[in-house]
């Protein structure tokens, strides 16, 4: 399994602003998501990172409010862009590897307050 | 589209006792995998256990084991002995194995409380 680092754990920011929260796995992995749980609910995926190339949003999701970037395939940053209280969210990044038996496996989220 | 539905928002277990928390998805696909998820308070997501639609087997792994009914698109965890440290919300998911995208549809969750 992967071991999968999440930065920042934790941040309260205010509206209007961005934070950008980074993804590291201590190996190459061939697919990365990046998840949003909204407080009392269950995972809902917002895009799959794709390396050299733009992200996949799902329905619902854009690039201007949710830019992904994946340099390469160790690392990932999610940033949430002009942030309003409904942003406020666990945002997690799963990692998982194709051909590999396809379990995903996350990081431990980063949790979000806008105020 | 794929779903996935756990009617139970919180169950409750005498520590040392058994407990099944449900699952059933909607799917028109023959191939897939399931996975049970849990997530105590520290956020992290920590899979359980995974089965695969094709194995007619039902997936155990130590205290936990699945019940795979296919065909009534079922998919429970029981989970034997309860511990104190089995107290977190478990989610179900689905996994297509008949496209490329390995995305995941979880579904709504399951708060299990261990009484001591």
């Known amino acids: 399994s992967a071991v999968i680092s999440q930065k920042p754990s934790r941040d309260i920011c205010q509206r209007g602003t961005s934070l950008t929260i980074q993804c590291q796995v201590d190996?190459?992995?061939?697919?990365m998501f990046w998840y949003r749980q909204q407080p009392g609910q269950s995972l809902t995926l917002i895009a799959t990172?794709?390396?050299?190339?733009?992200?996949?949003?799902e329905s619902g999701f854009v690039i201007d409010k949710f830019p992904i970037s994946r340099p390469n395939l160790t690392f990932s940053t999610l940033t949430v862009s002009n942030m309003s209280p409904e942003d406020s969210s666990i945002y997690l990044c799963?990692?998982?590897?194709?051909?590999?038996?396809?379990?995903?496996?996350f990081g431990q989220g980063t949790r979000l307050t806008v105020v | 589209a794929q779903t996935v539905t756990q009617s139970q928002p919180e169950m409750s277990v005498q520590e040392a006792e058994t407990v099944t928390l449900s699952c059933t998805y909607d799917?028109?696909?023959?191939?897939?995998?399931l996975f049970w998820y849990k997530q105590p308070p520290s956020r992290q997501m920590i899979l359980v256990i995974r089965?695969?639609?094709?194995?007619?087997q039902n997936a155990t792994e130590n205290r936990f084991s699945v019940n795979f009914q296919k065909a009534a698109k079922s998919f429970s965890l029981k989970i034997s002995d309860s511990q104190l440290g089995d107290a977190a919300m478990y989610f179900c998911?689905?996994?297509?194995?008949?496209?490329?995208?390995?995305?995941?549809?979880f579904g709504s969750g399951t708060r299990l409380l261990v009484r001591p």
């Open positions: 799917t028109s696909e023959s191939d897939y995998y």
């Open positions: 089965q695969e639609a094709y194995k007619q």
């Open positions: 998911a689905y996994r297509s194995a008949m496209d490329s995208s390995y995305k995941l549809i």
């Open positions: 990172a794709n390396q050299g190339s733009e992200a996949t949003y």
């Open positions: 799963s990692v998982a590897q194709v051909g590999a038996g396809g379990e995903a496996f």
């Open positions: 190996s190459q992995v061939t697919m």
